[in-house]
């Protein structure tokens, strides 16, 4: 049994856009596992890792640590139903993979980084607060009242990807981990903001039902 180390909020909370991505990967592969809750400051937790961020899997004695790294050794180990199926499928996802970290990501983190502290758990409150304002450069409350300014560059990432999905079901034509990336990130925000994410977004959104279906969450 796959044992996945995953971020936990309060009230028992999932929300890790990468932690997703490594069980959405599981759940394709009807890979069966377990979670292991991990807050922001049980970094002890995960010290056999080697390093301080979940995802981690353990599975017997090997150790997986990073959400990209695991979508490699569960395609090793187990190749069917395949999230990297044919020639160059692999490097595009990489290249997908990029994208949604270094644009979608920056593009979502000030509008929701409020609903996300708010549903941290209060042990990891101050960690939290500290390493985010310090990312933002502003405290969390600036960014709160500053959150009708960064709807806009929103929009256009939200934009893009329902202009890319019109048409298709998966990102690349075929279900591929590129789908799984941006629905590990979805899955995030999702869980913890109200934020309207597919008002002007009606491909995505259907995208989105479709994702939540084929992995059953
Ligand atoms: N590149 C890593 C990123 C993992 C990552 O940033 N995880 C976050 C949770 S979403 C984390 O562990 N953060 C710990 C912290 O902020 O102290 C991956 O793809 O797995």
Same mark, same amino acid.
């Given at each position: 049994m796959v044992e996945l180390y995953d971020l936990v909020g309060a009230n028992d909370l999932r929300f890790s856009p990468f932690c997703w991505r490594a069980k959405a990967v599981l759940r394709y592969k009807n890979i069966p596992y377990t979670t292991i809750p991990v807050r922001f400051t049980e970094k002890d937790k995960i010290a056999f890792s080697g390093q301080e961020r979940v995802p981690v899997i353990r599975e017997n004695g090997t150790v997986v640590a990073d959400s990209w790294a695991i979508a490699e050794y569960c395609e090793r180990k187990y190749p069917e139903p395949s999230?990297?199926?044919?020639?160059?499928?692999?490097?595009?996802?990489? !290249? !997908?993979?990029?994208?949604? &970290? +270094?644009?979608?990501?920056? %593009?979502?983190?000030?509008?929701?980084?409020? #609903?996300? !502290?708010?549903?941290? #758990?209060? %042990? &990891? *409150?101050d960690y939290f607060r500290t390493t985010r304002e310090a990312r933002l450069g502003m405290t969390l409350e600036q960014v709160a009242a500053k959150r009708a300014e960064f709807r806009p560059a929103l929009r256009t990432v939200l934009a893009q990807l329902n202009a890319t999905i019109s048409g298709q079901d998966y990102f690349f034509g075929l279900f591929t981990y590129a789908d799984i990336c941006l629905f590990g990130t979805l899955k995030w925000v999702t869980t913890v903001? +109200?934020?309207?994410? !597919?008002? %002007? %977004?009606?491909a995505l959104h259907a995208?989105?039902?479709?994702? *939540?279906?084929?992995?059953g969450v």
């Amino acid at each position: 049994m796959v044992e996945l180390y995953d971020l936990v909020g309060a009230n028992d909370l999932r929300f890790s856009p990468f932690c997703w991505r490594a069980k959405a990967v599981l759940r394709y592969k009807n890979i069966p596992y377990t979670t292991i809750p991990v807050r922001f400051t049980e970094k002890d937790k995960i010290a056999f890792s080697g390093q301080e961020r979940v995802p981690v899997i353990r599975e017997n004695g090997t150790v997986v640590a990073d959400s990209w790294a695991i979508a490699e050794y569960c395609e090793r180990k187990y190749p069917e139903p395949s999230i990297f199926p044919g020639i160059g499928i692999k490097e595009a996802c990489r !290249f !997908f993979s990029l994208y949604v &970290d +270094n644009t979608v990501h920056p %593009a979502l983190f000030p509008v929701v980084v409020p #609903d996300v !502290f708010a549903h941290v #758990d209060p %042990a &990891d *409150r101050d960690y939290f607060r500290t390493t985010r304002e310090a990312r933002l450069g502003m405290t969390l409350e600036q960014v709160a009242a500053k959150r009708a300014e960064f709807r806009p560059a929103l929009r256009t990432v939200l934009a893009q990807l329902n202009a890319t999905i019109s048409g298709q079901d998966y990102f690349f034509g075929l279900f591929t981990y590129a789908d799984i990336c941006l629905f590990g990130t979805l899955k995030w925000v999702t869980t913890v903001s +109200n934020e309207p994410l !597919f008002d %002007a %977004a009606p491909a995505l959104h259907a995208w989105w039902e479709r994702m *939540r279906q084929q992995l059953g969450v």
